[in-house]
C-alpha cells in the first residue's frame, strides 16, 4: 500500500513540476499587459522593450545572452523582464531540489509477532521447591565433556571481536577469528562475555523484549596455606570436602565459607554475588611422580568469583541490531510503558517478592547458591571425579588386566574424563593425561586423582578453566527449571516511505512559498486591474502593427532592413 502511495507521489510531483514553468509564464505575460499600460512612458518603454515581453523573452536563450551586454540590457532589458526570468529560474529550481533531497527508505512495519525461544528461565521461576541434586549432575557432565574448541551459542559479548589487520604487521585477530565463533579457547580475550538462554545476536525485530543474562569474573591463584579457613568443617554454611588417600600421601581439603548463605533473591531488579573458594593439596614424602615431571609442591589456592544477575534488551531494530546493557531495575516497569511489542505477555506473568529466597537445608536443597558453589560440588562433591576415582573400582573380572589394555584393548571397561581437563589445547600439554580408566584398585585411583590435581598449578591454564566451569554453572542454573518467559519476535515487513531530510524540508518549503506568494499575489493583481487587452498575443500585436504600419520598414529580410527596423522599433514609444 504505501509503495503505491509513493508512486502516486512522484507522478503528482511530476505532472507539477511540468506545469510550473507555462503556470509562471502565463502570469507573467498578463502582469506584462499591466506593467506596460500602467509604467511604460515612465520609464520611456519602446517598442522593441513592449516585443521583447510579447514575444515571452524570459524564456528565450537569446534574450538572456543579450542581457548580458550593456547595449543588450538597454534596447531589450527592463525590471519586469529580469523579474520574469528570476520568477522562472525559481520556480524551474523547485524540481531539481525536490529531485536532491527527497527519496525513499525501507522501512518495516509490524506483522504477527511469532515465539521464538519459549520456556525460557525469567529469575522468578528459579526458586521451586525442589534442590539443586539434578543441577550438579547435570553440570558435573558438562564439566568432564565441554572442549577448548566447543562452540559456545549462548556466550554473549558486549562488543564484536576485531578481524581486522591495522597494518601488515599489526593482526588483532582474535580466536574467534579463526574458529568461527565464541568459544572458551581464551575467555580473558572476549569482550565482557555473559550468558543468556538464547543464541548471541538473536533479534527480536520490531519487539521490545527482555531476558536474564550472568556475566562472572574469576580470579585464581596461590596462597599461603594459613589463609584456608581452618574450622571450615564446623562452619554451618560452609562447603567442605575432605580426601585423603593412604593417610598422610594425599591430602585435598575443598572449603567454601558461607556457601549456604542465601545469595540470589527472587527480584527482577540486578543483583551482585561474590564468593570465595579454597583448594589445599598436601603432598605426601613417598609421592609417584605425576605428568608434570616432578613431584608437585604443597600449595593452596583461592578462587575468587564474583557473578552479576540481572536483565538485558535483547537486538532489535530500534537498536540497529546491538542488544542492550544490563539493567538495574525490573524490566517489566519500561514495557508497561513501551509502544514497540514491549508487554506484560512478552516478560512473564510470574509475581515477584522482592527479597524472596529459600533458606538453606543442606546444600542440595538450596535453590538460590551461586555458580561457584555449583561447579564446586560438581568438582569435589559425592559422584564427582575425585570421589569416584577413590571409591568405586573396577569387578574382580578386570582386576588383573594392565591400564594399557584397558585403555588400548577393548576390554569393556568405561573411560572416565577428568573434568576441565579436554579445555587444554592438546599442544599446550601433551603429557597431561584427559581420559583415565575406571580404577582397578586405589593404586590407580591415586594416579588419575594426582595426575589431574597436578593440572590446578598451571594458573593461567586453570584460571580459563575454571572460568569456563563458572559459566556452564550459570548456565546449568538459568536451565535448572522449565521456565514461563517466552520470547517473541517480529521481523516485519518491509515497504518504502518518502525521506527527506530536516535541510531539505526547509528549503523546499521556502521556494514553495515564495514561488505560490508570487503566483497567488500577481494573480489577484492581475484579476483586479483593468488593460486595454488581456495579453500581449497575435491579435494585440496586429492592432498594434497596423497603427505604425507607415513607419515600419519593409524590407527585414536583409541586413539593413533589420537595422532599421530595430532603429525604427527602439525610437518608437512602446
Known amino acids: 500500500m504505501n509503495a503505491a502511495w509513493f508512486r502516486a507521489l512522484k507522478i503528482l510531483l511530476s505532472i507539477t513540476n511540468i506545469l510550473v514553468i507555462p503556470l509562471t509564464s502565463t502570469v507573467c505575460a498578463s502582469v506584462a499587459v499591466i506593467y506596460i499600460q500602467n509604467y511604460g512612458r515612465a520609464r520611456r518603454f519602446s517598442m522593441q522593450h513592449t516585443s521583447t515581453l510579447a514575444d515571452e523573452g524570459w524564456t528565450s536563450p537569446r534574450v538572456w545572452l543579450a542581457l548580458l551586454s550593456s547595449k543588450g540590457r538597454k534596447s531589450t532589458g527592463s525590471q519586469f523582464l529580469v523579474f520574469a526570468i528570476a520568477f522562472h529560474a525559481l520556480g524551474f529550481a523547485i524540481g531539481p531540489v525536490q529531485q536532491y533531497y527527497v527519496g525513499q527508505e525501507s522501512f518495516k512495519f509490524q506483522s504477527v509477532p511469532s515465539p521464538g525461544r519459549q520456556g525460557a528461565a525469567d529469575i522468578p521461576d528459579l526458586f521451586p521447591d525442589s534442590g539443586t541434586s539434578v543441577t550438579v549432575a547435570r553440570l558435573r557432565n558438562e564439566l568432564s565433556s565441554v572442549a577448548y574448541n566447543d562452540y559456545q551459542p549462548t556466550l554473549w559479548q558486549e562488543g564484536s571481536p576485531k578481524c581486522t589487520a591495522n597494518t601488515s604487521s599489526d593482526f588483532e585477530y582474535t580466536d574467534e577469528c579463526y574458529e568461527g565463533g565464541t568459544t572458551f579457547t581464551n575467555i580473558a580475550s572476549l569482550l565482557g562475555p555473559y550468558l543468556a538462554q538464547i543464541p548471541s545476536g538473536y533479534s527480536t525485530g520490531l519487539l521490545t523484549q527482555y531476558m536474564p543474562r550472568m556475566n562472572s569474573s574469576v580470579s585464581f591463584a596461590n596462597v599461603t596455606h594459613a589463609e584456608f579457613p581452618s574450622n571450615c568443617d564446623s562452619m554451618g554454611n560452609a562447603f567442605y570436602s575432605h580426601y585423603i588417600y593412604n593417610k598422610t600421601l594425599l591430602n585435598v581439603q575443598v572449603c567454601i565459607p558461607n556457601a549456604g548463605s542465601e545469595l540470589w533473591k527472587s527480584t ?69 510503558n513501551d509502544t514497540d511489542g514491549c508487554s506484560m505477555p512478552w516478560v512473564s506473568k510470574r509475581s515477584v517478592q522482592v527479597g524472596e529466597s529459600k533458606s538453606t537445608y543442606g546444600l542440595d536443597q538450596s535453590t538460590n547458591v551461586g555458580p561457584l558453589t555449583l ?35 577393548g576390554s569393556g571397561v568405561a573411560l572416565v574424563i577428568a573434568p576441565l581437563i579436554l ?115 497575435s491579435s494585440a500585436m496586429m492592432r498594434q502593427g497596423a497603427a505604425c504600419a507607415n513607419r515600419l520598414p519593409l524590407m527585414i529580410g536583409s541586413s539593413e532592413g533589420k537595422r532599421e527596423n530595430s532603429r525604427v522599433l527602439e525610437d518608437m514609444p512602446g
Open 268 to 336: 527482577r531488579d540486578r543483583q551482585d554475588i561474590s564468593e570465595q573458594m579454597f583448594l589445599d593439596v598436601y603432598w605426601g614424602t613417598s609421592t609417584n611422580e605425576v605428568s608434570m615431571g616432578q613431584n608437585p609442591p604443597n600449595a593452596t589456592f583461592q578462587l575468587v568469583v564474583n557473578t552479576t544477575l540481572g536483565y538485558f534488551e535483547l537486538p532489535n531494530y530500534n537498536k540497529s541490531g546491538a542488544a542492550g546493557p544490563l539493567l538495574a531495575n525490573d524490566p517489566t516497569s519500561i514495557c508497561r
Open 375 to 409: 561447579m564446586t560440588q560438581g568438582l569435589f562433591g559425592p559422584g564427582s571425579f575425585i570421589a569416584t576415582q577413590f571409591t568405586q573400582f573396577l569387578s574382580s573380572q578386570f582386576q588383573n588386566q594392565t591400564e594399557e589394555d584397558i585403555l588400548h584393548g
Open 423 to 537: 579445555l587444554a589445547k592438546p599442544d599446550e600439554n601433551p603429557q597431561q593425561s584427559q581420559f583415565f580408566p575406571q580404577p582397578r584398585n586405589d593404586i590407580d585411583g591415586y594416579s588419575a586423582v594426582s595426575q589431574w590435581l597436578a593440572a590446578f598449578y598451571d594458573i593461567e591454564f586453570m584460571q580459563n578453566a575454571l572460568h569456563a566451569g563458572i559459566i556452564l554453572a550459570c548456565q546449568a542454573w538459568l536451565g535448572s527449571v522449565e521456565g514461563r518467559l517466552d520470547i517473541y519476535y517480529d521481523m516485519g515487513l518491509d515497504s518504502e516511505r518518502v525521506k527527506i531530510s530536516p535541510a531539505g524540508v526547509i528549503l523546499i518549503s521556502i521556494l514553495l512559498a515564495i514561488d505560490l506568494a508570487l503566483m497567488i499575489g500577481l494573480g489577484v493583481y492581475v484579476r483586479f486591474s483593468y488593460t486595454w487587452t488581456a495579453s500581449y498575443d
